[in-house]
Structures are given as C-alpha cells and as structure tokens.
C-alpha cells in the first residue's frame, strides 16, 4: 500500500519535472529564436540601408532626376539668383536672401569681427531659416593672412595657420590634420566652403601670391592639393581650386589690371600640373583670377574670357562649379562696369559669381535673358551645376 503510494507521488513528480522541462526549454528556445529574428531584421535593415547609400554613391542618376525636377519647378529669377554669391550686404539681408533667390552668402571680416561665436551661428541659421532653398555660406579661411573667422572674437581655438608654414612643420599629414580640425570649426558654425587651397605656384618670395602657397614647384603643389581636396571630401567642406590659369609670380590684381605674358605651354608643364591633380582627386570648383593671360585671351580678365574657360572644360575636363574671384577687384572693376560684369561672367562659361552688386547684376542677367543674350539652357547648366555641389555636400536633403 504505501509502496503503491510512493510510486504513484514519484510518478506525478516525474510528470511535473518532465512538463516543466519542457516548458522552460520551449521558452528558452522562443526566447532565442525571438532574439534572432530581431537581430536578423535589425540586419536587414541596415543591409538595406547600406545598400541605400551605397546606390545613391555609385549611381548618380537619383541625384540627377531630383536636381532636374527642382530647377523646372523653378522660376527664371529663382534660377539666376542660385548663381550669385553674394557679400553679406550692409542691410536687409535677410530681404536680399528672398528678393533675390541668392544661392548663398560670403562672409568678410565685418560679418565676423563683431559677433560672438552663438551669435555668428545665430546669424547664419537665421540667413537659411529664410531662404527657399539652403544657402552656400563660405568664408575665405586659407590660413595665415586669409582667414576672416581668425580675425573675429575668439571664433577659432586659434587662428588658422597659413598652409605654407604646416607644410614646413609637418608636411602633408599636418595639412590633412589642419583640414579636419578647420572643416570642425566651419561645420559648427553652418559653412560649407572655405574657399581653399590655393593652387598657385610661386616661387618667388615677393610675389604677391607667394605666401599663400606652399612656396613649393609644381609636382610638390599638386601633392599638397591632391591631399587637400581629398580631406576637404571626407570632411563634407567645399573644396575651391583657386586661381586658374594660375597666378604665377605676377602682381596683385587686387588692386589694378594684370598682364600675364607666359606662354601657354608654360602654363601647361607648371600652373595646370596642380589644377589637374585636384581635378581628378574630385574639386568641387574652381575659382578663375582677373588676370589677363595673353597666351589665352589677350583682350579680356580670364574671369571674363570664354576661351579661358573653354580650356577649363574641354583641354582638363572640369564639370565642376566654376566661380569668379570678387568682381570688386581692381583687375576686373576697372575694366567693366560692375552691372555688365555679371552678365559677362556667366556669358564666359562661369557658374558663380562673387559680388557685392549683385542687386545691380542680377537684373541685368535677366534683361539679358529676355533678350536672348544669355540662353536659358546655359542658365538651366549652370544651375544644375550649383545645385550638384549643393547636393553633395548634403544640403539638399
């Protein structure tokens, strides 16, 4: 009798141990197959994602349906203002952002001199909060002697050294670190271009251009550029070749007309070596000097000269932005008037304009427009090429 009672009690023991067992191995094996399938969909996703990324990388043509549907959504004013780069104006900025389309702002040493540095973001942020379309800020931050945020109140750690004296330090690894802690500094406060490097080649240490380049030959400066475009891609800054056909060791345009009387097949085996270097490390734009360069155009600034910028495109293959230099400058101001020069600039082949008369410009841009001086599939082209830039540093998300 209790025999028969023990193994009757050890036989539901046995049940309830087994059907335990069981539970708890099924929940264990829910638990990790539910783990599993989390982590094999969180995978996917991100597989997914990357596959995203990596399409809209190699394949272009995304980009080039949204760039297109954007500019014929876009009026005629709405298409010539994306081509000006404007200087902040003294008043109503934030009316010329609207009134104007401007495709963006460069800032100078009285935009900076005066403002703290949450009051500099403020100012910027408030700029695109207006604008149709984001803004193209850029400031000329070489280094050394060119660099307006060093110039400012306590906007930098410290101010920016000139490329030159790096290189010396520190050569190309230098030059890269200097990139990344600068394009820091230039994304916090909303820039997107520094207008850098200067490609010239000069030798001479009283040239004008001389100290801010490397001071270096051809082959040295194409390294140095080639490095610098490739950082200033990784940092998602502009990067702005400057200043086709090449400055050489002639004098400052700043401040009167200059005559550059090298051949052209010198500009070829020297100034050209570092443009074509930061042409295929993948330049976003290249700014063109007011230099006359009798080889090319002996009639006309480079800046306003459509044989220099045929040669841009078609003998070293740039599809870039190509910008002016500022149109105030003696070499081109006291050549034509600051209302034609627009026109003229854009007739020539360029695709920004860096002006301070753009209220002036732009009308006449359009005059010329309607008037058939100025083709609207030139404009269209020009636009496109802005609004790529624009894309690809991220702006038109």
Same mark, same amino acid.
């Given at each position: 009798?209790?025999?028969?009672?023990?193994?009757?009690?050890?036989?539901?023991?046995?049940?309830?141990?087994?059907?335990?067992?069981?539970v708890?191995? +099924?929940?264990? @094996?829910?638990?990790?197959?539910?783990?599993?399938?989390?982590?094999?969909?969180?995978?996917?996703?991100?597989?997914?994602?990357?596959?995203?990324?990596?399409?809209?990388?190699? +394949?272009?043509?995304?980009?080039?349906?949204?760039?297109?549907?954007l500019?014929?959504?876009?009026?005629?004013?709405?298409?010539?203002?994306?081509?000006?780069?404007?200087?902040?104006?003294?008043?109503?900025?934030?009316?010329?952002?609207?009134?104007?389309?401007?495709?963006?702002?460069?800032?100078?040493?009285?935009?900076?001199?005066?403002?703290?540095?949450?009051e500099?973001?403020?100012?910027?942020?408030?700029?695109?909060?207006?604008?149709?379309?984001?803004?193209?800020?850029?400031?000329?931050?070489?280094?050394?002697?060119?660099?307006?945020?060093?110039?400012?109140? +306590?906007?930098v750690?410290?101010? *920016?050294?000139?490329p030159?004296?790096?290189?010396?330090?520190?050569?190309?690894?230098?030059?890269?670190?200097?990139?990344?802690?600068?394009?820091?500094?230039?994304?916090?406060?909303?820039?997107?271009?520094?207008? *850098?490097?200067?490609?010239?080649?000069?030798?001479?240490?009283?040239?004008?251009?001389?100290d801010?380049?490397?001071?270096?030959?051809?082959?040295?400066?194409?390294?140095?550029?080639?490095?610098?475009?490739?950082?200033?891609?990784?940092?998602?800054?502009?990067?702005?070749?400057?200043h *086709?056909?090449?400055?050489?060791?002639?004098?400052?345009?700043?401040?009167?007309?200059?005559?550059?009387?090298?051949?052209?097949?010198a500009?070829?085996?020297?100034?050209?070596?570092?443009?074509?270097?930061?042409?295929?490390?993948?330049?976003?734009?290249?700014?063109?000097?007011?230099?006359?360069? @009798?080889?090319?155009?002996?009639?006309s600034?480079?800046?306003?000269?459509?044989?220099?910028?045929?040669?841009?495109?078609?003998?070293?293959?740039?599809?870039?932005?190509?910008?002016?230099d500022?149109?105030?400058?003696?070499?081109?101001?006291?050549?034509?008037?600051q209302?034609?020069?627009?026109?003229?600039?854009?007739?020539a082949?360029?695709?920004?304009?860096?002006?301070?008369? *753009?209220?002036?410009?732009?009308?006449?841009?359009?005059?010329?427009?309607?008037?058939?001086?100025?083709?609207?599939?030139?404009?269209?082209?020009?636009?496109?090429?802005?609004?790529?830039?624009?894309?690809?540093?991220?702006?038109?998300?």
């Open positions: 009798m209790i025999t028969s009672a023990v193994a009757i009690l050890l036989l539901i023991f046995g049940i309830s141990f087994g059907v335990m067992w069981l708890n191995k +099924n929940d264990g @094996t829910q638990s990790k197959n539910t783990a599993e399938t989390k982590s094999a969909q969180t995978n996917e996703r991100e597989q997914s994602k990357a596959t995203q990324q990596s399409d809209q990388h190699v +394949n272009p043509k995304n980009q080039e349906k949204t760039i297109n549907d500019i014929a959504s876009m009026s005629v004013e709405e298409k010539v203002g994306q081509l000006f780069l404007a200087r902040v104006p003294m008043e109503e900025q934030q009316e010329s952002i609207q009134n104007y389309h401007l495709g963006g702002y460069l800032l100078f040493g009285r935009d900076v001199e005066a403002v703290t540095s949450t500099l973001k403020e100012k910027i942020a408030a700029y695109q909060s207006v604008s149709t379309l984001p803004l193209f800020i850029a400031s000329d931050e070489e280094g050394g002697t060119v660099s307006r945020l060093s110039g400012g109140n +306590n906007l750690p410290e101010a *920016f050294k000139a030159m004296e790096i290189y010396q330090e520190a050569g190309l690894p230098g030059i890269r670190s200097d990139i990344q802690k600068k394009s820091e500094v230039l994304r916090s406060y909303g820039v997107q271009g520094g207008l *850098f490097p200067d490609a010239d080649v000069a030798t001479d240490p009283e040239a004008f251009i001389y801010r380049t490397l001071g270096v030959d051809a082959e040295k400066t194409s390294e140095y550029i080639k490095a610098s475009v490739e950082e200033l891609k990784q940092q998602k800054i502009a990067s702005t070749l400057k *086709f056909p090449g400055y050489g060791d002639n004098r400052d345009s700043h401040v009167e007309i200059v005559y550059d009387t090298r051949s052209l097949e500009l070829r085996q020297n100034d050209f070596l570092p443009i074509k270097a930061g042409i295929a490390a993948g330049a976003d734009s290249i700014m063109v000097s007011h230099n006359i360069i @009798t080889s090319i155009d002996d009639r600034p480079a800046s306003i000269s459509q044989p220099v910028h045929e040669l841009l495109r078609n003998e070293l293959g740039f599809q870039g932005v190509i910008m002016t500022d149109m105030d400058m003696a070499g081109l101001a006291d050549f034509i008037s209302e034609e020069a627009g026109l003229a600039a854009l007739m082949g360029n695709d920004l304009i860096l002006s301070s008369s *753009f209220q002036a410009q732009i009308p006449y841009v359009l005059q010329g427009i309607k008037q058939g001086t100025y083709s609207e599939p030139a404009l269209n082209q020009s636009v496109y090429r802005v609004l790529k830039m624009k894309s690809d540093l991220g702006l038109l998300t």
